[in-house]
């Protein structure tokens, strides 16, 4: 677990910092005007396809089925139940991937009106977004190969998909960026998509070849089929529902001047790279969650997602807080030069410290949204109460976009994701992992206010050595929170930062249980969807 987790650490610092890099690149080669906010309204498809298909849908349901069936193949049942999944899952997914990446292509210049009506150049969005649309299949079958190889607790190839994709998309946007303006970015997009995939595919088939047995069965019960119909849709849902705070988003700020969308989006991502980096610890302890329901030792999962919650917590504070104090610094080293003037440095610096007030709701969405599915059962609250957060960032934006333009929808987008981590965290118990909310709300709330306090202290710091440049500035910011943040924590008893190296190692429960053990919040009647004993 240890190894995995620095593994996926290594390699997710990496690809952010690849991340940056695409953005920088993109910033330097484009600006922020009305060309990149068309090639960002066709960036639309690859976020919600990385959403639905990598991050969250598709693992949410996979990884438990791939935990069923590895706990069935230990069990000595006939045949290979791993290889039964795929052969009864992938052949159709991929087709259902396909038919919704022609979809997207052929119904591009209507998504483009629906999502960004008041975009001033509209025949470019068209074409970066059928560019776009290969990604669709592409990430669709990364997230399959990432949720079956996490199953099997091998994380190197999943942790290196987003070095691959942005490699890619640099690579093709400094290579055709002279001739083909933008629409190299999206290309790069659909270069990316299949260089995830690349990736992937040697370890999983690797995995899969291994297990000698009798062939799989592809027989499906049709009696678990609707159960397992039902999972992939509430799954789905839920996933839709969370990425549609970006439609959202860009809806209200296609009606701003040119450069809205652009300063919104380079805000995000810096922003969300402490968000990033404190979930991945749950996404290497997921399957051991999974697992844990899968063997019936509920005590087990809670004690592994208050600790995940409590650490992800504390990084992410940590590094909102630093984003926060040191924003316009942040944002003119990493943008400020060639296309990119300075005051598109102040207007970006703007948004980003009001994004940044919703990380660590988003963070808390992140890990608690895993639990609800962990079990492998449907579970349609996690929808709900995602859908109440984007109504509330529908309301909160449209009132506020108009006295504050796009730092109004960064509120709005803070304001929806808290009220939807409120809400998943009163849910926990029967519907998902039974933790205990006041102790992970004394988790959450020590480390706030440690992180308030650091967040004054290294925007005064910050701004006293401004006329020392921004290097300067940014470090002594940084180091500022920091050490404030390393303080306080101790003397205000926060759980995260002291229970790293533990967190870290796998929970034991004292005996092993068989599979078929009854939870205490009530028997899963989830079973395995594709048999592979007949």
């Given at each position: 677990m240890a190894r995995a987790a620095l593994v996926t650490a290594v390699l997710s610092v990496a690809g952010s910092v690849l991340g940056l890099a695409r953005d920088q690149a993109l910033a330097r080669l484009f600006g922020a005007g009305g060309e990149t906010d068309a090639f960002l309204v066709a960036w639309t498809v690859p976020e919600f396809a990385a959403t639905l298909l990598i991050e969250d849908g598709l693992a949410f349901a996979l990884v438990p089925m791939f935990s069923l069936a590895l706990a069935r193949r230990a069990r000595g049942v006939t045949g290979d139940p791993v290889r039964a999944l795929v052969a009864s899952t992938l052949p159709r997914l991929a087709l259902a991937f396909t038919a919704a990446g022609?979809?997207?292509?052929?119904?591009?210049?209507?998504?483009?009106r629906a999502l960004a009506p008041g975009l001033a150049d509209h025949a470019l969005a068209v074409d970066c977004t059928r560019l776009t649309a290969t990604c669709v299949v592409s990430f669709g079958l990364a997230g399959y190969c990432s949720a079956a190889l996490r199953a099997h607790r091998r994380f190197l190839a999943p942790a290196a998909i987003y070095v691959a994709y942005n490699t890619g998309i640099i690579t093709v946007m400094f290579v055709l960026g002279g001739r083909w303006g933008v629409r190299s970015a999206a290309a790069g997009v659909a270069v990316g998509g299949v260089l995830m995939v690349a990736a992937q595919l040697p370890s999983l088939l690797r995995r899969l070849r291994r297990h000698e047995g009798e062939p799989p069965s592809v027989v499906a019960d049709e009696a678990?089929?609707?159960?397992?119909?039902?999972?992939?849709?509430?799954?789905?849902?839920?996933?839709?529902?969370?990425?549609?705070?970006?439609?959202?988003?860009?809806?209200?700020?296609?009606g701003l001047p040119s450069g809205a969308i652009s300063h919104l989006n380079y805000a995000q991502k810096v922003a969300q790279i402490p968000m990033t980096l404190s979930l991945m610890l749950c996404t290497v302890t997921f399957p051991v969650v999974a697992r844990a329901?899968?063997?019936?030792?509920?005590?087990?999962?809670r004690?592994?997602?208050?600790?995940?919650?409590?650490?992800?917590?504390?990084?992410?504070?940590?590094?909102?807080?630093?984003?926060?104090?040191?924003?316009?610094?942040?944002?003119?080293?990493?943008?400020?030069?060639?296309?990119?003037?300075?005051?598109?440095?102040?207007?970006?610096?703007?948004?980003?410290?009001?994004?940044?007030?919703?990380?660590?709701?988003?963070?808390?969405?992140?890990?608690?949204?895993?639990?609800y599915f962990s079990a492998g059962r449907a579970s349609w609250y996690p929808f709900?109460?995602?859908?109440?957060?984007?109504?509330a960032t529908a309301v909160v934006g449209a009132s506020a976009v108009g006295p504050w333009g796009v730092r109004g929808i960064a509120a709005a987008n803070a304001a929806g994701i808290t009220v939807t981590a409120a809400l998943l965290l009163a849910g926990m118990g029967p519907r998902s992992v039974p933790v205990r909310v006041r102790r992970v709300l004394g988790d959450l709330g020590c480390?706030?206010?440690?992180?308030?306090?650091?967040?004054?202290?290294?925007?005064?710091?910050?701004?006293?050595v401004t006329g020392a440049g921004a290097a300067v500035?940014?470090?002594?910011?940084?180091?500022?929170?920091?050490?404030?943040?390393?303080?306080?924590?101790?003397a205000l008893r926060v759980r995260g930062p002291g229970t790293v190296l533990r967190s870290v190692r796998p929970v034991r429960s004292p005996s092993p249980r068989p599979v078929t053990q009854r939870h205490p919040h009530g028997r899963s009647r989830f079973r395995f969807p594709f048999r592979a004993d007949r």
């Open positions: 022609a979809l997207v292509a052929v119904a591009a210049p209507a998504l483009v678990t089929r609707p159960l397992a119909l039902a999972l992939f849709t509430t799954v789905l849902l839920f996933a839709l529902c969370r990425q549609s705070q970006v439609l959202i988003e860009r809806f209200l700020a296609s329901l899968a063997d019936g030792d509920t005590v087990r999962a004690d592994r997602v208050e600790r995940d919650v409590a650490l992800a917590a504390c990084l992410v504070l940590l590094g909102a807080a630093t984003v926060v104090a040191c924003a316009p610094q942040i944002v003119h080293l990493l943008f400020q030069r060639g296309a990119f003037t300075a005051a598109d440095t102040a207007a970006t610096a703007g948004v980003m410290r009001v994004y940044a007030l919703g990380l660590l709701g988003q963070t808390v969405v992140g890990a608690l949204a895993r639990s709900g109460a995602m859908a109440v957060g984007v109504l480390p706030l206010l440690a992180a308030a306090v650091a967040t004054g202290a290294g925007a005064l710091a910050a701004d006293r500035s940014l470090t002594v910011g940084a180091a500022t929170v920091g050490g404030v943040f390393a303080v306080l924590c101790p």
